[in-house]
């Protein structure tokens, strides 16, 4: 059974404060890696996909990076703004389905 | 460019009463569409996915059901409510046959009483 598993499941982090998320998987046959950022009461907005180990994509204060066993989102100098949760999700083909992890819930504050 | 709506984005009802969300996506065709359900500190889960209409996948055993009456439009039913229903609904779609990441929309707030 396909399963991703994220860590911490809580971050809180001062201002200015990097870090990194992670999110291991065991899976068969990955086609992608894909992380998205939840806000409160609203739906998870797409972030990055990352296909290959290796492979590193950046957003601003984020950078999401692959191995062939997990993935890790840093995160550099965060501002509150950032605080939201972070999920990260395995596609394995066969419908385009998805299997998410639990998330970690990033806290920034000033 | 393409977005999704959800409706409604809050909604309480009694147990046994009926139920349908609706999700319509603009701006793509023949996308494939999802619904989710996601309980608190629990990731999402899959609960009907859609490759085209009238083509329904049920991934779990439920009290609901999904129709794709449209092409852009997919709806998530019941005909009487559980108290174990209440949860954040979310509606998801993707281009048909790739590996492009799926993209959400606002979610529904289901509560049942």
């Known amino acids: 059974e396909d399963q991703v598993t994220q860590s911490p499941e809580a971050l809180r982090l001062q201002e200015g404060e990097s870090s990194s998320l992670n999110c291991s998987y065991t899976v068969s046959g990955l086609r992608g890696l894909f992380w998205y950022r939840q806000d409160p009461g609203k739906g998870p907005e797409f972030l990055f996909t990352?296909?290959?180990a290796g492979e590193e994509k950046e957003k601003e204060r984020l950078k999401a990076t692959l191995t062939k066993k997990e993935s890790f989102l840093h995160i550099t100098a965060p501002k509150p703004e950032d605080s939201a949760t972070y999920l990260c999700?395995?596609?394995?083909?066969?419908?385009?389905?998805?299997?998410f992890g639990t998330g970690t819930q990033l806290k920034v504050e000033l | 460019s393409q977005t999704i709506h959800q409706w409604p984005a809050t909604l309480v009802q009694p147990v046994g009463s009926p139920l349908s969300l609706e999700c319509t996506v603009e701006g793509t065709s023949n996308p494939n569409l999802y619904w989710y359900r996601q309980a608190a500190g629990r990731g999402l889960q899959l609960l009907f996915y859609s490759i085209g209409i009238d083509q329904i996948s049920s991934e779990v055993p439920q009290n609901l059901s999904a129709s794709r009456p449209q092409d852009r439009q997919f709806i998530l039913s019941s005909k009487k409510l559980l108290l174990s229903d209440s949860g954040f609904y979310l509606c998801a779609w993707s281009v048909l046959d790739s590996n492009q990441p799926q993209h959400f929309g606002d979610g529904t707030r289901l509560s049942i009483l």
């Open positions: 990352l296909y290959s």
């Open positions: 999700a395995a596609f394995t083909g066969g419908g385009n389905k998805l299997t």
